[in-house]
Nanobody
Framework: QVQLVESGGGLVQAGDSLTLSCAAS????????MGWFRQAPGKEREFVAH????????YYADSVKGRFTISRDNAKNTVYLQMNSLKPEDTAVYYC????????????????WGQGTQVIVSS
């Protein structure tokens, strides 16, 4: 089992920046990809970003490409999501995920979910 705990959400204005963190505990000696999904009110959960175990491979949804950056520190068992130039449409609950398949771009590839952290971007 891997437990994921997100932090860093909050209320910001459009154009601001915010950094989300996700601390993993449990079976952290096993290699796994990590990433972020989000779910806005009334919408389906959607993929945001992925990072491979070693950090050499990253992948982003088109809607956040160029604005968001995912990174990880395996020594701290932590993954980050740096969000710049935030827009009202980025408002959502953001979920940290982990998966043993090596890629976590779809919910079917995710083995573990965090509880989520709320991000609200006001216009």
């Amino acid at each position: 089992q891997v437990q994921l705990v997100e932090s860093g959400g909050g209320l910001v204005q459009a154009g601001d920046s915010l950094t989300l963190s996700c601390a993993a505990s449990g079976r952290t000696h096993v290699t796994y990809a990590m990433g972020w999904f989000r779910q806005a009110p009334g919408k389906e959960r959607e993929f945001v970003a992925h990072i491979s175990w070693g950090g050499s491979s990253t992948y982003y949804a088109d809607s956040v490409k160029g604005r968001f950056t995912i990174s990880r520190d395996n020594a701290k068992n932590t993954v980050y999501l740096q969000m710049n130039s935030l827009k009202p449409e980025d408002t959502a609950v953001y979920y940290c995920v982990a998966g043993y398949a090596g890629i976590v771009t779809t919910p079917q590839l995710v083995d573990y979910w965090g509880q989520g952290t709320q991000v609200i971007v006001s216009s």
